[in-house]
């Protein structure tokens, strides 16, 4: 339960609107219980009255009251449903602002945690659960309890000993039945919850898979535990709903015991009358209502367990501290950048070994560094070090002599330009695809970088730049994504340049194309290079070779040639 403090704490912002629903929903449970009562009791006293009580008894004023009660009833139970849905709505639109502001500072590093499915059943189906928390439990039962308190005053007018009765047997019913069925709900709730996330997750991993399990043949085992599982789902929300039969079959129970019971005691006398006549329908009537009251409430506490394991679920992502945070307020406009690593180790976590060992290094400003090493070396690790996807555990990073993280997101975000090892396309078009990299570029600077990289088939059809790039970017090659990739770096065009292996998966023409280009578009920045190739790796300033996280030689070329080690093998060994 202490799970729902935080976001019972959401509701402080919209309580009016929320108050304003309880309101709304007590007047509506009422005018119900009112339009029942009245009804009832008028039409056994206009029976008793008969063809002989057509002057003496007063129609009028109970037919207006039964027609004020059942407008007001309408009335009630539709503004009830307007203010309390835009209310949770406004709660919910409140929740998922805050939980994607907790979300992204989370990025990449926290986020690796939770499979792709379950993290966006997190942030849709249990946010939407939480929903039951007014809905379905705080509403009804503050509804409850207010509307037996006013049917115990309202009948001790008439008898106060039959309204006790009543009264207590409402208060017992609404304070023992909700905990029973909680109890009873509880761990199917949250098994519920549980299983809709897994099948989710694995669904979506069956479809974006489907490719490679076909190949292998995998795919009807695959299709076999998901359609175990969804199994498993039906029959927990089979039991659910027969829990909710029996909870609604209890409280029907006690409905009729309870009206049988008032019927035998009101017949006995009603206040001081001994023949109470049409009153006697006016209690059972109003027992009859007061249940009705009652009937939500049951079910709203066997739904708890699913409210309780949802909120969890959503707490889970909201106490996750941040990988890095960016507090750095330095933000000076800069042209030219140097680095400095000082003796930087670095782990990821849940690792058994360090990706980044001691690793001391400077680049000057304008200076070119190849970085080479076997896969697994570290290499792509050292660049999101300088991205500060994380933060190195020991050592200093520094950026023109400031420490790295005491510049401002934005600004690093502007003087570094990357391209990823693994290059990413949305499912957009071609033109927001590039965008992303320079929000103001216009439609030829967009076109010139498409062309640069060898790219203007892709924007030479009748839809031009507003081409659909499809699914991630699937309607590509591999070469024609990173080259995306590569434009996408020359319209951004920072100070500091960080390729992860750019020219991978290009053919050798094309890869000569595109080292000669970046080397014309880098002369005067700062480049960091991490590669697989020797090709033109000798017009690098200097060459740095990585091996188990560590930066075993470092030097130009010619040093590296003379120095007859690691560098030197790899060139006689692989060099074109
Ligand atoms: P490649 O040439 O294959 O791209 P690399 O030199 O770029 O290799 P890195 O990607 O830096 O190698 O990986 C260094 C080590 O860190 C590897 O052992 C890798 O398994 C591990 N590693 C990389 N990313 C993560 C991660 N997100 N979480 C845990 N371990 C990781
Ligand atoms: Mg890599």
């Known amino acids: 339960m202490k799970l729902l403090l ?42 008793l009255a008969g063809f002989a009580g057509l002057y003496s008894f007063n129609y009028m004023l109970p037919a207006a009251g039964v027609r004020g009660a059942a407008i007001t009833r309408t009335a009630a139970r539709y503004f009830e449903r307007l203010v309390s849905h835009d209310a949770t709505f406004r709660v919910l639109q409140h929740l998922r602002v805050t939980i994607f502001a907790y979300l992204l500072p989370l990025t990449p590093g926290r986020l690796s945690r939770f499979q792709q499915g379950d993290l966006l059943n997190r942030l849709v189906a249990d946010v939407d659960t939480l929903d039951h928390l007014y809905l379905r439990v705080i509403s009804p039962m503050v509804g409850a309890f207010c509307v037996v308190l006013v049917v115990m005053v309202g009948l001790s007018w008439l008898d106060v000993q039959l309204a006790m009765t009543l009264g207590i047997i409402l208060l017992a019913t609404l304070i023992a039945l909700p905990p029973l069925f909680y109890r009873l709900g509880y761990a199917g709730g949250a098994a519920l919850t549980r299983q809709r996330s897994e099948y989710r997750s694995l669904l979506m991993r069956w479809l974006q898979g489907m490719a490679e399990l076909r190949i292998y043949g995998a795919e009807p085992d695959y299709r076999h535990k998901l359609n175990g599982l969804e199994q498993q789902w039906q029959t927990a929300q089979q039991r659910q709903a027969g829990l909710s039969a029996w909870s609604q079959g209890a409280l029907i129970l006690i409905s009729g015991l309870t009206v049988t019971l008032m019927l035998w005691l009101s017949a006995a006398g009603v206040g001081d009358l001994i023949k109470p006549g049409a009153l006697i329908a006016l209690f059972v009537f109003c027992s009859l209502a007061a249940f009705e009251a009652l009937a939500p409430v049951a079910t709203a506490f066997q739904h708890l367990g699913q409210v309780i394991a949802s909120a969890g679920r959503v707490t889970e992502i909201t106490t996750q501290r941040p990988a890095v945070s960016f507090d750095g307020d330095r933000q000076q406009a800069v042209s030219e950048v140097s680095l400095a690593l000082e003796q930087v180790s670095f782990s990821y976590e849940n690792s058994s070994f360090p990706a980044l060992q001691d690793i001391s290094l400077r680049l000057h400003a304008g200076e070119k560094l190849a970085l080479i090493g076997r896969t697994g070396s570290g290499k792509s690790s050292l660049l999101q070090l300088l991205t500060r996807a994380w ?21 690093l975000r502007r003087m570094t330009t990357v391209v990823s090892q693994r290059v990413h396309l949305f499912s957009a078009t071609l033109r927001e695809n590039l965008l992303l990299a320079a929000s103001e570029a216009s439609d030829q600077q967009l076109v010139a970088a498409l062309q640069q990289v060898g790219l203007e088939k892709l924007q030479d059809n009748q839809e031009g730049l507003n081409a659909w790039l499809g699914e991630g970017g699937r309607q590509l090659s591999g070469g024609e994504r990173r080259r995306l990739g590569i434009a996408r770096a020359l319209l951004h065009d920072g100070a500091l340049w960080l390729l992860d292996e750019p020219t991978e998966g290009l053919d050798a023409h094309t890869e000569q194309q595109i080292l000669s280009l970046l080397r014309q578009v880098t002369r005067d920045k700062s480049v960091i290079m991490v590669t697989h190739r020797l090709q033109g790796i000798e017009h690098m300033d200097r060459i740095g070779v990585m091996d188990g996280g560590r930066l075993v030689e470092l030097g130009s070329h010619q040093e590296l040639i003379a120095k007859r080690g690691r560098y030197s093998d790899f060139q006689q060994r692989y060099a074109l």
Do not use: M
């Not at 933060?391 to 600004?411: F, H, K, M, V, Y």
């Open 6 to 47: 935080p976001y019972l704490k959401l509701y402080r912002r919209h309580s009016f609107r929320l108050t304003l629903g309880v309101v709304l929903a007590i007047a509506a449970l009422l005018a119900s219980i009112g339009l029942l009562t009245l009804s009832g009791w008028f039409l056994a006293a206009a029976s």
């Open 391 to 411: 933060d190195p555990q020991q050592g200093e990073i520094t950026l023109n002599g400031c420490p790295l993280a005491s510049w401002q997101e934005s600004a």
